[in-house]
């Protein structure tokens, strides 16, 4: 713990030395995280916030359970949350549930992954820029979360608790929690995107068009990278590795994620060896599709 301390106030010395020097820069970095929150994650996350907390909440309970089936784990609303919406809704999900650490867990295991509006409107649309890129890049996230629940899969199996009963002050709440959540995803984007540039100031000018060092800032924070492999390198190559950083989500998505799970008493290890075999998982079937397709 001590070794742990000094080492983050170096870093944060470091943080606060590299802002000094050059103010106006890294500023610029921090709205541009703030314009890529506000363009690109902001108009697929705030709606789906708020209506799948909603539904959440009224949905009523159901005699038979996909989850359960495939997972062990009764929670079919959160499973279809997390898969609609994408990061960090299905962890936040899991927060407002009644489920205990270690059920969350396992939920965490298959509710965690990229939202298919992210995948399809900003990676696809704007940067692949390919139909069967953009199919394989959804396909491979789907199945890599299918996947990866079933691979952590316990031999006991569990039905959350009935949920409590909705009531009219629940939709003030519900707005209230979602803007929150919300905004601080946007912040913790701007924040890690303004640290990613700071890194990118250590590496020589040549590097820093490299898709190693772009992917390797990709697992700092998974937007920032993705939008860097697809204006370096071809299509072939950039599916396969932003399959597998939308898949793994970053240490940002990690931070996002973290901040509900914590609540439930989620320890971070488990959510990095889950995402570390989902990421796998997806690469995988994202190289396997690609090689067929290109």
């Known amino acids: 713990m001590k070794y742990l301390k000094v080492t983050l106030t170096f870093l944060f010395a470091v943080v606060v030395g590299l802002f000094i020097s050059a103010p106006t820069k890294y500023m610029q970095s921090f709205f541009d995280g703030i314009t890529v929150w506000a363009y690109n994650v902001l108009p697929a996350l705030f709606p789906f916030t708020v209506l799948t907390t909603l539904t959440l909440k009224i949905q009523p309970e159901h005699k038979f359970s996909v989850t359960k089936k495939l997972f062990g784990v009764s929670c079919d609303d959160i499973w279809a949350a997390s898969i609609l919406c994408g990061y960090p809704i299905g962890a936040k999900a899991i927060a407002d549930s009644n489920a205990d650490a270690q059920t969350a867990t396992r939920i965490s295991s298959f509710c965690s992954t990229a939202g298919p ?22 396909i491979s996230q789907i199945l890599s979360a299918i996947l990866n629940g079933m691979f952590f899969r316990s031999k006991k199996d569990v039905s959350l608790l009935s949920k409590q009963q909705f009531e009219a002050k629940d939709f003030g709440d519900t707005i209230t929690s979602s803007a929150l959540s919300v905004i601080s995803v946007g912040g913790l984007i701007a924040l890690f995107y303004m640290l990613s540039d700071m890194v990118k100031s250590f590496l020589p000018a040549a590097l820093q068009s490299n898709v ?31 399959s597998c950083l939308t898949a793994f989500g970053g240490v940002c998505v990690f931070f996002q994620c973290y901040a509900f799970l914590s609540q439930k008493g989620v320890k971070i290890l ?24 290109f």
């Open 270 to 293: 488990d959510i990095v060896k889950m995402k570390l075999v989902q990421a796998a998982i997806a690469t995988l079937i994202s190289f396997c599709l690609v090689t067929l397709a």
């Open 212 to 242: 190693v060092v772009a992917f390797c800032i990709g697992i700092f924070e998974m937007t920032n990278g993705v939008f860097a492999i697809c204006n370096i390198t071809n299509i072939a190559v950039a599916t396969v590795l932003c």
């Open 117 to 138: 509006v992210f995948l399809i409107a900003t990676v696809g649309a704007k940067l692949l820029r390919n139909g069967t890129a953009t199919a394989i890049l959804l």
